[in-house]
Nanobody, 126 residues
Framework: QVQLVESGGGLVQSGGSLRLSCAAS????????MGWFRQAPGKEREFVAS????????YYADSVKGRYSISRDNAKNTVYLQMNGLKPEDTAVYYC???????????????????WGQGTQVTVSS
């Protein structure tokens, strides 16, 4: 069965960095677009970044553009999210997700993704 397992979250001071990882299993990882989302308390889940199957193209939410970088290693079935210049408003549970077959890089709605990890907490202190 499809499994996505995130790791790398934690507590960091404002301006700091974290690198999240998401290990995938149970399907052919290199065939799918992957994405990262986040959800803060009391807010809806929001798109953060996505990456094509090859890693050649990426797409970011305006709120993280220039600070975050998504990448993948298809040999390791893993997608990463490098987060630099973290701000308190970046505090959230971060989820990786697999895009539905036939989806595109620019479909940012959660419904465009069919499998989700359990999430990893990122807390940025001011």
């Amino acid at each position: 069965q499809v499994q996505l397992v995130e790791s790398g979250g934690g507590l960091v001071q404002s301006g700091g960095s974290l690198r999240l990882s998401c290990a995938a299993s149970g399907y052919t990882f290199s065939n799918y677009i992957m994405g990262w989302f986040r959800q803060a308390p009391g807010k809806e889940r929001e798109f953060v970044a996505s990456i094509t199957w090859s890693g050649a193209s990426t797409y970011y939410a305006d709120s993280v553009k220039g600070r975050y970088s998504i990448s993948r290693d298809n040999a390791k079935n893993t997608v990463y999210l490098q987060m630099n210049g973290l701000k308190p408003e970046d505090t959230a549970v971060y989820y990786c997700a697999r895009a539905r077959p036939g989806s595109t890089l620019y479909k940012v709605q959660p419904l465009s993704y069919d499998y989700w990890g359990q999430g990893t907490q990122v807390t940025v202190s001011s």
